[in-house]
């Protein structure tokens, strides 16, 4: 069992830039952990996922070269530096934990994680 809590999410203008934390309770070890957003009247989308170990990072094109995902298993916490932030990243973004040593192909999607933290918003004015 995992328990996430979203950090860092906030307001700022465009071109700024945003840390997100996720602290996680419980097992952290073996988890592959994902970062997802939600816009108003859209569906929950892919953003970014790490391997357990760190070695293995992955991230949706619309955020790609602007926003790093970056993991402290020592503190249980996985991060998100988003930089270079525009208009459209306004969105609830949510941290996911799946209990995988392989994160394969899988990173994607949402039903694959089963642990899910609260979000937090994260706005960006023009």
């Known amino acids: 069992q995992v328990q996430l809590v979203e950090s860092g999410g906030g307001l700022v203008q465009a071109g700024g830039s945003l840390r997100l934390s996720c602290a996680a309770s419980g097992r952290f070890i073996g988890y592959a952990m994902g970062w997802f957003r939600q816009a108003p009247g859209k569906e929950r989308e892919f953003v970014s996922a790490?391997?357990?170990?760190?070695?293995?990072?992955y991230y949706a094109d619309s955020v790609k070269g602007r926003f790093t995902i970056s993991r402290d298993n020592a503190k249980k916490t996985v991060y998100l530096q988003m930089n270079s932030l525009k208009p459209e990243d306004t969105a609830v973004y949510y941290c996911?934990?799946?209990?995988?040593?392989?994160?394969?192909?899988?990173?994607?999607?949402?039903?694959?994680?089963?642990?899910w933290g609260q979000g937090t918003q994260v706005t960006v004015s023009s």
């Open positions: 996911a934990a799946w209990a995988t040593f392989d994160i394969g192909t899988m990173y994607p999607r949402a039903d694959a994680y089963p642990y």
């Open positions: 790490i391997s357990w170990t760190g070695g293995n990072t």
